[in-house]
């Protein structure tokens, strides 16, 4: 719908929408259409010049089924601006849907006459075409405009669309196979392919093109590889997830980076704010603990916040991913794909923004008068380490929220009772030598510790307790493997209920 919508100029014949029409058009792109009616029509007094604020009000009227009211603003529009071709097309259309053909075929002639140059006037002869019956001419006018404009993509969607209507579904995914080798980034490839696919009785065929087309830009190679290969089955598309764990990291590295992507671009900062926010999320404590307080004596600034980030990346992480599976059933209903992906996608997302995290820590440390040492090199297997925690505890539990909703209302609270109790706002020394053991048998207590040996004290970390974590860290991946594995086929089940 948005890419039809904003296509103006190939599709409908139009001069380019400027930006302060978007609101108008957003009503359109979400299907609202008794709102686009009015944004039009107030739009209509402020840029009555403008052909877009009439023509896309008549689409609007007409998807409300309000012909009458399209066919005075598109009647409007034909005489105040002869310089487009827009409002004759899309009068054209209003005629196929009136079942006034005759009238339609003789708008789009007059559009040709007119306009013998456009692309868009070739395409709406088609589409008049198509509607009247004549496939022929259809096919006719289309194939005028692949030759007069073979680097544009419409008239290739138009030729695979025509085929589609006509129910020719094997030709259909030929030409959708086209489209895909020649334009890979318009979803349309394989969005109708799918449902060409389906409308043959293929449903493997179709659920895998829609997992291409969800994470296109990660599937799009191993697709063209496929395809290149000489394969005897030319409509064959594997499901990436089972040919081997490469193709799968990258299609959660990809999702990954796409959400990261789309979350930037709801902030008016954009990037700038994965910056802003941990400079002062760090400036808070400082000026509450150090400044204010006074407490913990000297150093305990940077005591404090080298457990603080660690931890606020577990807890964000764990919080994030407890959900995803459940959030993730509507794409898992409709193709074939790990449950394992959804809560690794949160785990990367999350680890992504805190490299800048850990990066502006570093930065707070030197400026506080602990600069680097040999010993920061230990940084990065402490990292590792706590990485493998989080997949372990954050697949677990988006592994049993599903079979258990409840355990989303706990997760809160057990995560705030490992706040108090992981040595944050405390040292080690105020902890009672007999409970030392115990404390540090909770493992986030443990890779805390490991940070201010590094950053604070300037000592390596104390490799045996980190290498403890990190074996049962291990043997508790391999065990939430092994679990969705034989899981898997279930879950799809579970979400639904």
Partial sequence: MTEQLNDDVVKTGLPPLDKELWWPRQAMNNGNWQNAVQRWAILRQVYPEKPAVWVKAAISHRHLGQLEEAEALLSSACERFVGVPGPLLELATLRCEQGRMSEAEALAAEARERFPEEMAVMLGSARVAASSGDATAALAFNQDARERFPEAPEPSLQHAELAMQTEEWPLALDRWREVRERFPKHAEGFTRAADA?????????????????EYGNAWLESVQDDEQGGEETPHTINPPQRRDWRTFVDLVWTKARLNLKSEASQNHLRYLWWILDPVLYMTVFYIVFGLLMERGGPGFIAYLLTGLVPFQWFAKTVQQTSNSIVGGKGLMHKVRISPLFFPLVGIVQNTGKQLLVFAMLGAF??????????????????????????????????????????????????IQFLLFTSGIFYTIDRIPEDWRSLFFTNPMANILYQYRQVFVENQWPDWSGLGWVALGSGLGLGLVVFLYRRLEPIFPRVVIE
């Fill in 197 to 213: 696919a389906q409308a043959i009785g293929d449903e493997s065929l179709a659920r895998q093109l829609r997992l291409a087309q």
């Fill in 365 to 414: 440390l030197i400026l506080y008068g602990l600069p680097p040492t040999i010993h920061w090199l230990a940084f990065i297997p402490i990292v590792l380490v706590q990485l493998l925690l989080m997949i372990v505890v954050s697949c677990t539990l988006a592994m049993m929220v599903p079979f258990a909703r409840d355990l989303t209302n706990l997760i809160p609270t057990g």
